[in-house]
């Protein structure tokens, strides 16, 4: 059987755009995950090679090819700024799972960005997808992540011990679940500014 493509949305939050990731959005990728601050609390070291962005862009459209997943640009609707991106990853129509994940630029952190991102897709993902069920997980020190998971519904199911080495540093990993049932696909608060 032919594998089943997976068109990416273009979706619209209050303050937000998420996208298709084009080829003009290599170096806004590159600036993100070569950064040593955003790239912390990552089971994967900062890039140093301007290939792994076009590796990236390759993934992603693979990913819609295939079917097995969405990833898409997140860009600020009042200037069209890049704030980041948002995916789900992994999807499985058997099960009805996929694995959320996100990366937002330092300059973006603290407005609600990523909370506002991640349900806009979740629900285009629920009412898409049939999901059933979301995972996704979260480095321990990363308290800031696990907040965004929470606000959108997600609960903390258990750790896992020192699952990454990151240039040397072992570090464990929380993992949380967001399950049908329990998706609250009302509107995500925006922070007043």
Known sequence: ????????????????RLRPFTDADADRLFALHSSTHVMRFWDSAPWNDQARAERFLAICGKMADEGTGARVAIDRASDG???GWCGLTEWDPGHRSASLGY????????????????????????????LNRVQAETD????ASARVLEKIGFV????????CVVNGEV?????FGLIRREWR????????H
């Open 185 to 192: 696909p009302s509107t995500v608060p925006i922070p007043a």
């Open 140 to 143: 321990t020190r990363n308290v």
């Open 1 to 16: 059987m032919a594998p089943m493509t997976l068109a990416t949305p273009t979706l619209h939050t209050a303050r937000l």
């Open 103 to 130: 990366c937002l630029d330092d300059a973006m952190w603290g407005n609600g960005y990523a909370t506002e991102a991640a349900h806009a897709l979740l629900q285009w993902a629920f009412d898409t997808l049939d």
């Open 156 to 163: 903390r199911e258990g750790t896992l011990r020192e699952d």
């Open 171 to 175: 570090s464990d990993s929380w993992v």
């Open 81 to 83: 700024a890049f704030v």
